[in-house]
């Protein structure tokens, strides 16, 4: 299986500052046949289902701020809010989906500073 | 509007089963795979199961390979899962998810879930 590990497990950031996470894969998730990453970021706050953010490493779903972007490649792969706001507080899953089982990063906390 | 309700969580004994349904609606429910992913209380999201468009082809993570099983009616736009010899470690939310039409398994649509809780 692969497992996602995401850095860190908890962030605290300035209102308008930047936030970055990481996440790492235990093994290369681009399919070199399209050369895409098989690779998504979700958002998800307390009482709410998960909402897509980015799929294919670096493409916004439809109606996501684009303060929100992600970037990387192979193994290594990073979300970066470029200017936090009060609504992005919330914890912050990478998840591939390369092969089954499709695993998740076991989640990045974001607070406000 | 597309959208995708769970039901049938509730409280169960261990051992015991439950089966959840996922009622999709706004879309052509036949042309997509569909997931189940859970949450535990505190802990991280978890893929559990998914299953093809035509329900002939299903995955399970290994947690719940031969107590789980996924199946769909297509005439219904009704996902579920069953649901059997269930453990303190099932309790949790369970969301049904629906894949991004473009090949990717990413999951643009997700239900409010439905909790389950596996105790005495």
């Known amino acids: 299986d692969i497992v996602m590990t995401q850095s860190p497990d908890s962030l605290a950031v300035s209102l308008g500052e930047r936030a970055t996470i990481n996440c790492k894969s235990s093994q290369s998730i681009l399919y070199t046949s399209n050369n895409k990453n098989y690779l998504a970021w979700y958002q998800h706050k307390p009482g709410q289902p998960p909402k897509l953010l980015i799929y294919?490493?670096?493409t916004r779903e439809s109606g996501v701020p684009d303060r929100f972007s992600g970037s990387g490649s192979g193994t290594d792969f990073t979300l970066t809010i470029s200017s936090l706001q009060a609504e992005d507080v919330a914890v912050y899953y990478c998840?591939?989906?390369?092969?089954?089982?499709?695993?998740f990063g076991q989640g990045t906390k974001l607070e406000i500073k | 509007e597309v959208q995708l309700v769970e039901s049938g969580g509730g409280l169960v004994q261990p051992g015991g089963s439950l089966r959840l349904s996922c009622a999709a609606s706004g879309f052509t429910f036949s042309s997509y795979w569909m997931h189940w992913v859970r949450q535990a209380p505190g802990k991280g999201l978890v893929w559990v199961s998914n299953i093809n468009r035509d329900g002939s082809t299903t995955n399970y993570a290994d947690s719940v390979k031969g107590r789980f099983t996924i199946s769909r009616d297509n005439a219904k736009n009704t996902l579920y899962l069953q649901m059997n010899s269930l453990g303190a470690e099932d309790t949790a939310v369970y969301y049904c998810?629906?894949?991004?039409?473009?090949?990717?398994?990413?999951?643009?649509?997700w239900g409010q879930g439905t909790t389950v809780t596996v105790s005495s």
């Open positions: 998810a629906r894949p991004r039409g473009d090949g990717s398994g990413s999951w643009d649509v």
């Open positions: 294919w490493a670096s």
């Open positions: 998840q591939h989906y390369y092969s089954t089982p499709y695993t």
